[in-house]
T-cell receptor, first 114, second 116 residues
């Protein structure tokens, strides 16, 4: 079935380096995408979002890129810090018969080495 | 401003029992969505409530139900618990209805349910 998935389950980076977390989606009708960060013992925290009419959006130290041609989404974190260590989820917004709902990918664990 | 709160944080039940989980949204938020998070299935949407009405529902059996009160607080209930219901149950609130495409959702810390 259609799903949102991640290529890499675990990503290990050196502190100060840039991180790139990737996500593939299969529903070309999805119109909105979100990246969440989840730390141990906490719920997912909104990081950044992007609508399907855009291909790039920047936040503070984070950038989301959307490639609709290959149905690919990525999250770039600049100058990765130890506090960035967490599990990152991409999610796509799908419109079903009764409304909108989020479908999440499986998650990528980011580990930042000091 | 207080965030989304969920009670209890941890719960242990046995098969066949039922359970009720509670979620208090951020003040002023009227939409509450529930999600189930498991290692095998990841995060899955259960349902969304707005103004005491269920607006949207995911693909879960009828054993999973919910409701919302006039103060926007929400409860979800799982009857006849099965071992596979062990999960982290998350709720998220937003100001507007219509799901995440309409307004940012803020998640609570979750309730960890263990079914023995």
């Amino acid at each position: 079935g259609e799903s949102v998935g991640l290529h890499l389950p675990t990503l290990s980076v050196q502190e100060g380096d840039n991180s790139i977390i990737n996500c593939a989606y299969s529903n070309s009708a999805s119109d909105y995408f979100i990246w969440y960060k989840q730390e141990s013992g906490k719920g997912p925290q909104f990081i950044i979002d992007i609508r399907s009419n855009m291909d790039k959006r920047q936040g503070q130290r984070v950038t989301v890129l959307l490639n609709k041609t290959v149905k690919h989404l990525s999250l770039q974190i600049a100058a990765t810090q130890p506090g960035d260590s967490a599990v990152y989820f991409c999610a796509e917004n799908r419109n079903n018969a009764t409304g909108n709902m989020l479908t999440f990918g499986g998650g990528t664990r980011l580990m930042v080495k000091p | 401003k207080a965030g989304v709160t969920q009670t209890p944080r941890y719960l242990i039940k046995t098969r066949g029992q039922q359970v009720t989980l509670s979620c208090s949204p951020i003040s002023g938020h009227r939409s509450v969505s529930w999600y189930q998070q498991t290692p095998g299935q990841g995060l899955q949407f259960l349902f969304e409530y707005f103004s005491e009405t269920q607006r949207n529902k995911g693909n879960f059996p009828g054993r999973f139900s919910g409701r919302q009160f006039s103060n926007s607080r929400s409860e979800m209930n799982v009857s006849t618990l099965e071992l596979g219901d062990s999960a982290l149950y998350l709720c998220a609130s937003s100001r507007l209805a219509g799901g995440p495409g309409t307004d940012t959702q803020y998640f609570g810390p979750g309730t960890r349910l263990t079914v023995l």
